[in-house]
């Protein structure tokens, strides 16, 4: 395993990130993998050295922060692990989130980044990871309901309560980023150290602004969905999608007839929403020929194109042992200047995702 700093701080982290939003209950959605199925999965992370695993409050409803606590007790030594977690979206199972499901709470104080929030937040996510600090603090979101200055302020004070490490962020507008570190930084307030944001051969929107934004001011890039929800895999079908896109007895029928390999290729409808245009496909496809010219998966070479674009560690989602293995073996992929435009070649823009 390759370890590197994370941004400008100390902090080393392994180069692959486990993303722990597949492991907590299917109940919350139908492709995650309950405390049984999870366990060899991440044991096997750490046996291949990977050190630094990414869960948030939100992914089920908690349960997937309670498994991160356990297997990391179970597998690894605190000292030398780096637990991430998220705050912003609310706690609860009926709360499936993304593109899908934007829904305000109408409950008050359940979600956001006002200090009440945050310091209810932080000692959830404690409790329910069974340690006395989290290592990166992300927020999930902006809230822009919530004057920056308040929550700025209360990232630090948790912070300088011992209950947290390092702050980072994700998905948002570059100049809200950089207005965001500008006020902790006038007010010598802890600024954030990372950004996870949606990166990936088939969205790729981020290099406008935000990339040229983290690499310039020495901020870590760890984006998420690195295979697109397993759309670059090589495994998802247009058919997939009509499978899943309604709930009626039609699609119903539909899904009977898919020919899906995978419970998520057949039920992630935020992977539906996102990609699957026609260029997607058409990435895919230059991906899937290079990948066989140089006798890797999809998933190792659409790694490996990140690790050569500056990426300090792509947050990986993994539901099977191999997949850990393709993940690991990016790290020794070479690419050269015109294998990585031919990979860029079929792409075009898409609409921004991710920020709700
Ligand atoms: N900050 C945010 O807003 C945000 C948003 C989304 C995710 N995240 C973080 O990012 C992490 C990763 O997200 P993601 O799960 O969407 O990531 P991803 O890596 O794009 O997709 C993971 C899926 O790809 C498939 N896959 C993985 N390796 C494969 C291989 N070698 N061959 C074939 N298929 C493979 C698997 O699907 P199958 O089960 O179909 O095989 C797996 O569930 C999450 O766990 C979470 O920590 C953060």
Known sequence: MQYVRLGQTGLQVSRICLGMMTYGTPKWRPWVLDETAS?????HAMDLGINFFDTADMYSAGESEVLTGKFIKAYGKREEVVVATKVYFPVELEFKGGATDTKPMNRPNMEGLSRKRIFHAVDASLKRLGTDYIDLYQIHRMDTQ?????????????VKAGKVRYLGASSMWAWQFAKAQQVAKERGWTRFVSMQNHYNLAYREEEREMLPLCRDQGVAVIPWSPLARGFLAGNRQSSDKDATSASDSAAKAAAARSS???????????AQGYYYRDSD???VAELSALAAEKGVSNATLAYAWLLHKGVTAPVVGASKLPQLDQAVAALDVALSAAELVR????????PVLGHS
């Open 281 to 283: 496909f058409r990435v």
């Open 343 to 350: 990979l860029e070649a079929a792409y075009e823009p898409h």
């Open 260 to 270: 899906a390999t995978t419970e998520r290729a057949k039920t992630d409808n935020i």
């Open 39 to 43: 366990r060899p999965l991440v044991k």
């Open 146 to 158: 919530t004057p920056i200055e308040e929550t700025m302020e209360a990232l630090h004070d948790v």
